[in-house]
Nanobody, 120 residues
């Protein structure tokens, strides 16, 4: 099992910045990827940013140039630096740990989610 605990959400004005953190514990060894997803009201959960154990990253087009994902292997932590936040970034943000269990098979673990609201 893997446990994920997020922190850092809140209310921010348009153009502002926030940093999300995710602390991972449990069986986190081996090949994996960690990422941030978000879900706005009435919408499906979508990928925001992802980083692998080899530090390869992938970002949603809507956040490229504004958000930066970073993984600290020593601390088993994941971060998301968010700049130039806009109202359309308002959503519940979830930390994800994807553990590869052989071939293309994987198992997803999720944090409890943290709300980010961008509003003046």
């Amino acid at each position: 099992q893997v446990q994920l605990v997020e922190s850092g959400g809140g209310l921010v004005q348009p153009g502002g910045s926030l940093r999300l953190s995710c602390a991972a514990s449990g069986f986190i060894g081996g090949p994996s990827a960690m990422g941030w997803y978000r879900q706005a009201p009435g919408a499906e959960r979508e990928l925001v940013a992802l980083i692998t154990t080899t530090a390869s990253t992938n970002y949603a087009d809507s956040v490229k140039g504004r958000f930066t994902i970073r993984r600290d292997g020593a601390k088993n932590a994941l971060y998301l630096e968010m700049n130039s936040l806009q109202p359309e970034d308002t959503a519940v943000y979830y930390c994800n740990f994807r553990k590869y269990v052989g071939g293309t098979n994987y198992r997803d673990y999720w944090g409890q989610g943290t709300q980010i609201t961008v509003s003046s």
